[in-house]
């Protein structure tokens, strides 16, 4: 267990019961972090599956004997990534780990077949979504000179292409590549910066491509995962809980001498040739 007791995490993408997001967010809490809930609501209302996820985690977390704040942001403008900052800034006055985890993926298509909008709509949320947020995040933290860690999620998808999947694929090599220079950039400052690159995690983005890969084969999408089982070294799938291990481990005392990096989590897939 790490210990991130005094210090204030802000985990995107982290309404979904089933998604990373929370995963990270409920083990940061665990290991002693106040932390910031964020996602894309339509509105605060009854009625938003968003807003609802997101008052739930903060339960969790209050649960977990934490402080949390349920905020509503889009990544990818920059208006409400301000506004989810100053909100931050009034309610817990510190910011000590960014975890860019909102991130999307759209339907596969070959790339000379993507419509531009489409490609632009995967590099605004996580390319684009990912430099507002850490940017903002990166002057607070500059300013307030107590250092800090941004974790951008990238995916095993930003260095090992696959076919039909140019827009996120090229999204996540950003990623790394956005980490590496404000890496690079934030060191004298004491401000770690780091991507975590997942392999296959049992979510609903992933489950999604099954599902679609099940109804094209026409076979039950047990049997697809069995499938997408056997291509991996450590023969298992992760879960959200596996990532967020990781993600603690990076924010912790034991991470401090680990900046600039694209950390592999496939179990194995990397060293295989597909
Ligand atoms: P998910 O779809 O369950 O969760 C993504 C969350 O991001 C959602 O809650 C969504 O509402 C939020 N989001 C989308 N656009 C947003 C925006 N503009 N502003 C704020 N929030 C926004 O996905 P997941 O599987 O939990 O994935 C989390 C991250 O991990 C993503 O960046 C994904 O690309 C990455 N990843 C996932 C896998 C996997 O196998 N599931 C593998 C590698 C990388």
């Known amino acids: 267990m790490s210990d991130l007791n005094g210090k204030v995490a802000l985990v995107t993408g982290s ?38 996820g997101l008052l739930a985690r903060a339960e969790e977390i209050q649960d977990a004997g934490k402080r949390a704040l349920a905020a509503h942001v889009d990544i990818s403008d920059e208006k409400s990534v301000d506004a989810l900052i100053a909100e931050i800034k009034a309610g ?3 910011l000590d780990i960014v975890c860019n985890n909102a991130g999307i993926a759209t339907g596969i298509n070959l790339s000379y077949m993507l419509s531009p909008a489409e490609w632009r709509k ?75 690159c997942p392999g296959k995690v049992d979510t609903d983005m992933e489950r999604w491509g099954w599902e679609l890969k099940a109804g094209a ?34 924010a912790s005392d034991e991470g401090a001498y680990i900046t600039g990096q694209a950390i592999s989590f496939t179990g194995g897939m990397t060293l295989v040739r597909l």
């Open 122 to 196: 995967v590099m605004e949320v996580n390319l684009n979504g990912t430099f507002i947020m850490s940017r903002a995040a990166a002057q607070w933290m500059t300013k307030a000179k107590q250092g800090g860690c941004i974790i951008n999620t990238s995916s095993w998808r930003g260095f090992a292409p696959a076919p039909f999947m140019a827009a996120y694929c090229a999204s996540k090599a950003g990623v790394i590549s956005l980490t590496e220079v404000m890496a690079l950039e934030l060191a004298s400052h004491n401000i770690r910066v780091n991507a975590i």
């Open 92 to 94: 817990f006055g510190r």
């Open 15 to 52: 309404a979904k019961e089933s998604g990373i997001g929370r995963a990270i967010a409920l083990r940061l809490a665990r290991d002693g972090a106040d932390v910031v809930v964020a996602d894309m609501c339509k509105d605060k209302g009854e009625k938003d599956a968003i807003w609802g």
């Open 217 to 250: 084969k026409g076979v039950p999408v047990e049997a697809i995962i069995e499938e997408e089982q056997k291509k991996i070294p450590l023969g298992r799938i992760a879960t959200p809980d596996m990532v967020a291990g990781l993600v603690s481990f990076i």
